[in-house]
């Protein structure tokens, strides 16, 4: 761990003994962030490589996200689902433009990932079917229903028997996703780059063959964009890089540039009548302070060409970690700004703490991978800056790890 001051550790003990232990000690007690850094209650800066898990895409403090909850914060903030709003209005308008979702397409706005891919299992029962085709790896969420597609046997097993009719099949394998799907599959839920399992990208026309053997049975298709949407990865949503069509997608991370949102996006009117009135609900979802976010970070997202800066500055941390010809880097796997270094000992955890000690803010997402998915707004110089820094952190992880 960095060496804090006796006062942070006392913050971070304060933390212990009023909060539930789900997440162990932080790390850290932060109190502010500028752009790609935050600094932590000792007055410490860390460039900030995670942006909360691919979530503060437009960085830390950014004007036009701090302009629009403002204003918005001043004249409206709820007003329940009884009601709407010209956020929610536009938000909607504006998330399904970026979707490429056809007429008859239709959104639910609710507070997360893991409440969007609770109201995609809703979707998928309104078939008539209950069975739900998942992939192993694949990290869907913590709520009841989520944990149930969720693969790791860790995450599942406190909380057994969860939903029945889940099938995880091996990721990549065409052939065992064809013979898991049947007459009885409601919905197949993938994620077109699996960001828990290590940044791991299926095969080559993959998606493409879900999307067949799914139309072939009647079943959805439902991809879960929820870490790689929202430009994370070089487009609005990663499939559109492999130009398949689902039946629907879920969405949070990125869209409220880190004040919580998150969504199901239906594609075509046939999909989107599967929930009819009464069948679903959130108090929250849609409120006018989260969709004015969503509507900054996407209008931002546009007017600064940050999509096309997640291919640059991705394609520059790629060249760039790859020059530097470290024995213990493997490979730089992901797309746009969702990457992992694949390291060849399981030094991840010791590394990320090394890296802290440098400043600059990873994630050991497995024992030989460290996860990179900073804001949209990152410069190259410093990616730069922590690639100059890389070398030094492998060496003396691997000594501590020795």
């Known amino acids: 761990m960095t060496d804090v001051s006796a006062a942070h550790q006392a913050l971070l003990e304060r933390y212990r003994a009023s909060h539930i232990g789900v997440f162990g000690l932080p790390g850290l007690v932060l109190t502010r962030g500028e752009g790609a850094y935050v600094w932590d209650v000792d007055g410490t800066r860390y460039l900030d490589l995670l942006g909360g898990i691919a979530v503060n895409a437009l960085g830390h403090g950014h004007p036009e996200l701090v302009a629009a909850i403002s204003k918005q914060a001043g004249e409206l903030v709820h007003v329940s689902n009884f009601f709407t709003t010209p956020a929610q209005i536009e938000a909607a308008e504006a998330l399904l433009r970026v979707a490429r979702a056809p007429h008859g397409s239709g959104v639910f706005f609710c507070n997360s990932g893991s409440e969007a891919v609770e109201t995609a299992i809703k979707l998928s029962r309104r078939t008539g079917r209950t069975g739900?085709?998942?992939?192993?790896?694949?990290?869907?969420?913590?709520?009841?229903?989520?944990?149930?597609?969720?693969?790791?046997?860790?995450?599942?097993?406190?909380?057994?028997?969860?939903?029945?009719?889940?099938?995880?099949?091996?990721?990549?394998?065409?052939?065992?996703?064809?013979?898991?799907?049947?007459?009885?599959?409601?919905?197949?839920?993938?994620?077109?780059?699996?960001?828990?399992?290590?940044?791991?990208?299926?095969?080559?026309?993959?998606?493409?063959?879900?999307?067949?053997?799914?139309?072939?049975?009647?079943?959805?298709?439902?991809?879960?964009?929820?870490?790689?949407?929202?430009?994370?990865?070089?487009?609005?949503?990663?499939?559109?890089?492999?130009?398949?069509?689902?039946?629907?997608?879920?969405?949070?991370?990125?869209?409220?540039?880190?004040?919580?949102?998150?969504?199901?996006?239906?594609?075509?009117?046939?999909?989107?009548?599967?929930?009819?009135?009464?069948?679903?609900?959130?108090?929250?979802?849609?409120?006018?302070?989260?969709?004015?976010?969503?509507?900054?970070?996407?209008?931002?997202i546009e007017e600064e060409g940050l999509i096309e800066h997640a291919v640059a500055a991705g394609e520059h941390l790629v060249a760039a970690v790859e020059a530097l010809q470290h024995p213990l880097v493997t490979q730089v796997r992901g797309a746009g700004l969702l990457r992992a270094i694949g390291l060849a000992r399981p030094i991840a955890p010791a590394a990320a703490l090394v890296a802290r000690r440098h400043g600059v803010i990873v994630n050991p997402v497995a024992p030989d991978a460290l996860r990179l998915a900073p804001p949209l707004t990152i410069t190259t110089d410093q990616l730069s800056s922590f690639v100059d820094a890389l070398l030094a952190i492998l060496d003396e992880a691997a000594k501590e790890s020795a």
């Open 132 to 300: 739900i085709v998942a992939v192993g790896g694949a990290f869907h969420g913590r709520t009841t229903g989520a944990v149930s597609l969720t693969h790791k046997e860790a995450y599942r097993a406190p909380f057994e028997p969860l939903l029945p009719g889940v099938t995880h099949v091996a990721p990549g394998d065409v052939d065992a996703l064809r013979a898991a799907v049947g007459p009885d599959t409601a919905m197949v839920l993938l994620e077109p780059i699996q960001g828990e399992a290590g940044v791991v990208t299926p095969p080559a026309g993959y998606l493409a063959a879900a999307r067949e053997i799914t139309r072939e049975a009647g079943a959805l298709l439902v991809l879960d964009e929820i870490q790689t949407g929202i430009g994370r990865t070089g487009a609005w949503f990663a499939h559109q890089l492999e130009g398949v069509v689902p039946d629907a997608i879920t969405v949070a991370k990125g869209l409220g540039g880190g004040v919580p949102i998150g969504g199901l996006v239906t594609f075509g009117a046939e999909v989107t009548g599967l929930l009819t009135a009464g069948q679903h609900g959130s108090t929250f979802g849609g409120n006018p302070l989260a969709c004015s976010a969503a509507l900054a970070v996407i209008a931002t």
